[in-house]
Every structure is written in structure tokens, then in C-alpha cells.
């Protein structure tokens, strides 16, 4: 896939694991990492970091690479590997969620917090989404773009689709099918 933009729309975790297309990786910098975060700050539970570290770039990547890596394994059929799942269970360890309870002037309220410093409390968060994900029974249904130069994850809705991005890669492949049919006929 030629297109260097963040394919996003997807479960958050598979939108990690897509950070890596074919030959490429959109979260090589922390100003990098911050633009993605931007673009998914609506599925985050806090705003995030305003100043993100390159600790903090090296924690999220490490969850990508253990989510990425049990995804290949599921889609496989295979049992995940019991490293990527300790990383994944680490990374939320590091940043341990609590039930804050408070009186709002009526009733006892709760809210779920992470401790930690922002970053760690990111990849905790990226790290629950990974989880979530590995354990949904729709796990089954991900499956990879059909497109040669692409190795896109997607969650089809539809039992049909085939490509990560109709706009993306499933214009390209037509635009090419298309493309051959006639110049067969010249």
C-alpha cells in the first residue's frame, strides 16, 4: 500500500497494529505517535500526553509489537505466543486501574482510573484494547487487505469485504483490474 496515512476506524488495537504497513512505520518518532494519538483521541479515555517521550513511544510500540504478534497467531489458528501475552499483561500492570470512588452530593460515584505517568497510563490503556480484543470471539472474523501490497488488518462488518479501505486499496485493485481487461483488448 502506497498510502501513508494512518488507516483508522477500526478496534483500536487493530488500528495500532496498523501503524505498520508494508515496508513502513507511522510511529517512528514521538511527534509522530502524537498525530495518531490525535486522530483516535475520541476512543481514549483521557486527552493524550500533551509532551509524549521517546519512553513513551518505546511502551506503545511494545504493545503493537505483542498485540500484532498474538493477532498473527490467532488468525492462524495457533495458540499466541505466552511472551506477547506477558508484554501486554505487563503493560497494564504498569499502570494499575482503580476504582476512584467520590460523593457527587447524592450518592457514592465511581470512576476507573489508571495510576501512573501519563505514558505508562497510554499504553495500559492501548494494552486493555489489545485484551479485548484477543478475547472477543470476533477475533476469528480479522482478516488481512486483499490487495498484493498490503498487510492492513480489518474487522469486516461484511462478510465480503476484502480490502482494508474500498477508497484505499479497493480502488487501486479495480482501477488495475480495469486497467488489464483493456489493455488486453488493444
Known sequence: MADLEPLIGEPLALDLVNTRPLGADLLETPAQLADWLHLEADRLPEPPPAHLTAGDLTAVREVRECTATALDALRRGRRPPAAALRGLTAAQSAAPAIRRLDWNGDAVTETFVRLGDPGTRLAAH????????????SVSRIKQCGAEDCVMLFLPAHPRRQWCSPDRCGN???????????????
Open 126 to 137: 492501548l494494552a486493555d484494547a489489545a485484551a479485548t480484543l484477543l478475547t472477543d470471539p
Open 172 to 186: 487501486r485493485v479495480r482501477v488495475a483490474r480495469y486497467y488489464q481487461r483493456h489493455k488486453a483488448v488493444d
